[in-house]
């Protein structure tokens, strides 16, 4: 006997409502049936998934794995689903894509208002966050692609990687800020710095990228006080505070801070890292993902011509 899509179903609703009888209500199957499934997944894997006590049911350690296996497999079965209807051209569902700075600001209100018009009945749905976050994301299956930063010696052999154009990073700080007119990152090691974090994770890319910048050239590591998690909260205390950010150009050219930031026109550069559209090489996304990453792919590429 093997486990079915059913029994995830009810195992995976259980654990995100918290209770046999949401799960029921969720799912619009009579608790008796939740329970059903429940007890026979857990014989078949001779496991406890939940423990129950009168303050509700908790996952176990092997019910937080199965959950994470769980959302992959429901997310497979579901994109393909949607694939056999889109195949038929019948264009519904749901498309769950990654940005990272620099591409969202140029090219995501545009091109998500030319995918509406042309497929109103698939929903669009963005999650932000490191490119580091989006590697970890589509790997996981829970991205069906993202447009994100490539550095040159980035571990990408089980991806599909298409390159669109090289980013631009830049120091970036609020208009008039005393070091504004800096030439050299030398001038800048007595600043302090904001970095971005990701969640869940001990290491800090950013963090890293910004040390590696300054021993790239003989200077001591930036003076980092803060790190954050996204990016509004990350130029909002720039645009407010005398620290800086390493960050994408174009923040200071458009956006709703770009009347708020400059950059600071150091001669030093940072590492090539080319914005690419990401995927999984093994695995084809879904005809209307495709779509909207073919869209972000030329929209961002026209733009960079111009």
Request: with cysteine; net charge neutral.
């Amino acid at each position: 006997m093997s486990l079915t899509i059913s029994q995830l179903r009810a195992f995976t609703a259980v654990a995100e409502h918290g209770s046999i009888r949401a799960a029921s209500r969720a799912l619009g199957i009579a608790q008796s049936g939740i329970t059903q499934q429940l007890q026979n997944l857990e014989a078949m894997l001779g496991a406890t998934l939940f423990t129950r006590s009168n303050r509700g049911i908790a996952l176990t350690a092997l019910g937080q794995r199965l959950l994470q296996r769980a959302g992959t497999i429901l997310g497979e079965c579901e994109r393909a689903e949607q694939e056999v209807q889109q195949l038929h051209g019948d264009y519904v569902g749901e498309v769950t894509f990654g940005m990272t700075t620099e591409p969202l600001i140029e090219a995501f209100a545009p091109v998500l208002m030319e995918f509406r018009a042309r497929f109103p009945r698939v929903m669009v749905h963005l999650r932000t966050g490191t490119s580091r976050m989006m590697v970890s994301r589509i790997r996981e299956g829970t991205l069906d692609f993202a447009v994100a930063l490539v550095a040159k010696n980035a571990d990408t052999a089980d991806l599909s990687v298409t390159p669109l154009y090289l980013s631009d990073p830049v120091v970036v700080c609020r208009r008039g800020h005393p070091k504004a007119e800096a030439t050299s990152l030398a001038q800048l090691t007595d600043c302090t710095w904001v970095a971005t974090r990701s969640p869940n994770l001990t290491d800090t890319p950013q963090a890293n990228r910004l040390n590696i910048f300054f021993d790239s050239h003989g200077l001591p590591p930036p003076k980092i006080i803060a790190t954050v998690e996204g990016l509004y909260e990350t130029l909002h205390l720039v645009s407010e505070t005398d620290c800086l950010s390493l960050e994408s150009s174009v923040v200071a050219k458009r956006g709703p801070f770009a009347n708020l930031l400059t950059s600071i026109p150091v001669h030093q550069r940072v590492a090539e890292q080319s914005v690419s559209v990401l995927q999984r090489a093994a695995v084809p996304i879904t005809p209307a993902a495709q779509e909207l990453a073919t869209m972000i792919a030329s929209y961002t590429r026209t733009v960079r011509a111009r």
